[in-house]
């Protein structure tokens, strides 16, 4: 994101919950007992529906059959250890989501937000289970359970890559994590559930930084003319590489994507602060001259404002075939540039260098 030095930061409370087993992250959950006990006063119950205690989230959370069962195990803020779910015991329900097949099991359970809260979700098939063959499916459903409005979900890594993906809740309300997959049957995972507190000085799984020289007041990676390159993880809104340009307002970044099995992005992040700017950004070779093959730039670019729409993408030079993007016209406001490939590119990592310029 170009930066900007305004005061005030998201106030946002942390999860980090323990994956060592899994080989995702270290730590534990995290619990805000004192919300917990206001929540359930508020329900004008006597005791939280389900909690669990660590032995007992070591063994596993259960899964409900259905979206907005109200029977699920709902996550406030409250567990402390890795959490193992198994769909072997349930069906599948939700056969698609969005315009993505998902013919495995599903279960579901119950998260509990707080509106403008931060959230990352990851999953893994669980790794001490011998002879598996899954390739997970994970999303998250609104209280209306709709499915075909399907739009935070990760289904990026082809068989048994990790899936996650980040959330900022729009509104108070209850949502429903669905564990799925893409083979059919069920199978045994492990689930990473954590809510992000930027502005502690504790960077956990799910914020790229916290507190460091080089970290902005959103927790995103600073990149500027002295600090050009990528800044791994950067494949989703919330760890966006936050650009910084010169007075000039011309910048060139240096990273690489593909190399996996997997198709998550890379994500920048900008605030244009003069209305009516253009946006363009060009593809240059390592030497710094401009692409000449369209087999540099087996990627799109994209730009997306912070509702996810798109403002622009999917444009070639007419002469050279390669990637490039013009967004003339931009509001002043955060927007996020896009690298994006639909299929894996597995051979090889592809290196990029990107020249961006705001002008009005």
């Not at 049957?185 to 020289?213: F, P, R, S």
Request: glycine letters at 10%; one cysteine or more.
């Amino acid at each position: 994101m170009f930066r900007d030095d305004s005061a005030g930061r998201s106030t946002l409370v942390p999860w980090v919950l323990g994956l060592a087993a899994a080989g995702l992250a270290t730590g534990c959950l995290i619990v805000n007992e004192d919300r917990l006990d206001d929540a359930v006063r508020e329900a004008g119950v006597d005791a939280p529906p389900e909690v669990m205690d660590a032995g007992q989230m070591e063994e596993g959370i259960p899964l409900v059959d259905t979206c907005g069962d109200a029977e699920a195990f709902e996550l406030f803020d409250s567990t402390s250890s890795t959490m193992r779910v198994d769909t072997t015991g349930t069906s599948n329900q939700i056969v698609s989501c969005g315009s993505r097949g998902a013919p495995g099991n599903d279960g579901f359970i119950a998260v509990d937000v707080r509106g403008g809260d931060l959230w990352h979700f990851h999953v893994i098939p669980d790794p001490t289970v011998a002879g598996q063959e899954r390739d997970p499916f994970l999303y998250l459903l609104d209280s209306t359970c709709r499915n075909t409005s399907c739009n935070h979900f990760s289904d990026a890594c082809v068989g048994p890559g990790d899936e996650h993906f980040a959330f900022v809740a729009p509104a108070d309300g209850t949502w429903y994590l669905g564990i799925d997959d893409r083979n059919e049957g069920g199978g045994v995972y492990q689930l990473g559930a954590y809510k992000l507190n930027c502005g502690d000085n504790m960077a956990v799984h799910g914020e790229a930084c916290d507190g460091t020289a080089n970290c902005s007041r959103d927790c995103r990676e600073i990149l500027g003319v002295d600090r050009p390159s990528e800044q791994l993880p950067n494949d989703n809104e919330i760890e966006a590489n936050f650009i910084e340009l010169p007075a000039d307002r011309m910048i060139e970044i240096t990273g690489s994507i593909g190399g996996d099995l997997c198709t998550y992005p890379d994500v920048y992040s900008f605030e244009n602060v003069q209305e009516a700017s253009t946006l363009t950004v060009e593809v240059r070779k390592s030497d710094g001259t401009v692409c000449d093959n369209p087999s540099l730039t087996p990627f799109d670019l994209v730009l997306r404002n912070p509702d996810g729409d798109e403002v622009a993408g999917g444009q070639t030079n007419a002469s050279t075939g390669c990637a490039e993007l013009v967004a003339p016209d931009l509001p002043a406001q955060t927007f996020f540039l896009y690298v994006e490939h639909d299929s894996p590119i597995e051979d090889r990592p592809v290196p990029y260098r990107l020249h961006l310029a705001l002008e009005t």
